[in-house]
Nanobody, 118 residues
């Protein structure tokens, strides 16, 4: 199986930047796409950004132009570069890894708090 370990969350002021990392260990060949989700209080968990094994990316409209998802060449680590952060970006961010077939459960990280506040 695959274990996802996140790092990089914390407190940042509006307009600042953070970079989240998600390191995968175990059977990395079982990973297809990877992504970042977030969940704010009172809201449903939403997809923020995703990257496929082929390198294609997609983003939520609310973060386009500000966030960038990337993946290292070995596809062991996913990153989320977050720029021009806004208070509404405050949420728990979760790393996600899709498995090769649709009937397999996703892998999930533990979640990391991102707080954007003056």
């Amino acid at each position: 199986q695959v274990r996802l370990v996140e790092s990089g969350g914390g407190l940042v002021q509006p307009g600042g930047s953070l970079r989240l990392s998600c390191a995968a260990s175990g059977n990395i060949f079982s990973i297809a796409a990877m992504g970042w989700y977030r969940q704010a209080p009172g809201k449903q968990r939403e997809l923020v950004a995703a990257i496929t094994s082929g390198g294609s990316t997609n983003y939520a409209d609310s973060v386009k132009g500000r966030f960038t998802i990337s993946r290292d060449n070995a596809k062991k680590t996913a990153y989320l570069q977050m720029n021009i952060l806004k208070p509404e970006d405050t949420a728990v961010y979760y790393c996600n890894a899709k498995r090769p077939t649709t009937n397999q459960a996703d892998y999930w990280g533990q979640g990391t708090q991102v707080t954007v506040s003056s």
